[in-house]
Nanobody
Framework: VQLQASGGGLVQAGGSLRLSCAAS????????MGWFRQAPGKEREFVAA????????YYADSVKGRFTISRDNTKNTVYLQMNSLKPEDTAVYYCAARVGRGSYSDTSNYDYWGQGTQVTVSS
C-alpha cells in the first residue's frame, strides 16, 4: 500500500484546509485510516482516525469540534477537514493505514505511512 498525502499549505489563524490522502491497492476499504502530526522538536501525535466503513471516527481532544475525518472508499481516499486552525496546529501531517488491531492512536499499530504534508498556521 502506498499513501500520498496532499493539501497542506500556509493559512492564517481561523482559516481552513482540507488534507487528502490517496491510497493505492485494492484493500483500502479494509483498513482503519489515521492522521497524525509532528511539530518540530516534538513526537508524532495522533490527530484523528476513521474505521474501514467510515461509521466510526476518533479524534484527539485538541482537534475535536474543529477537524473532521472522512473517507471515500470508491476513490481510495481519506480526508481531513481542518477548520478554525490555530498556530499550534502547525506541523507535518501524515496519513497512515492500520491493517491489524490495536489502539488507533498509537503510531506503532500502523503499517503504512504517507510522506507527510506541511501545514503552517500564522497568527
Amino acid at each position: 500500500v502506498q499513501l500520498q498525502a496532499s493539501g497542506g499549505g500556509l493559512v492564517q489563524a481561523g482559516g481552513s484546509l482540507r488534507l487528502s490522502c490517496a491510497a493505492s491497492g485494492r484493500t483500502f476499504s479494509s483498513y482503519l485510516m489515521g492522521w497524525f502530526r509532528q511539530a518540530p522538536g516534538k513526537e508524532r501525535e495522533f490527530v484523528a482516525a476513521i474505521s474501514w466503513s467510515g461509521g466510526s471516527t476518533y479524534y484527539a481532544d485538541s482537534v475535536k469540534g474543529r477537524f473532521t475525518i472522512s473517507r471515500d472508499n470508491t476513490k481510495n481516499t481519506v480526508y481531513l477537514q481542518m477548520n478554525s486552525l490555530k498556530p499550534e496546529d502547525t506541523a507535518v501531517y501524515y496519513c497512515a493505514a492500520r491493517v491489524g488491531r490495536g489502539s488507533y492512536s498509537d503510531t506503532s499499530n500502523y503499517d503504512y505511512w504517507g510522506q507527510g504534508t506541511q501545514v503552517t498556521v500564522s497568527s
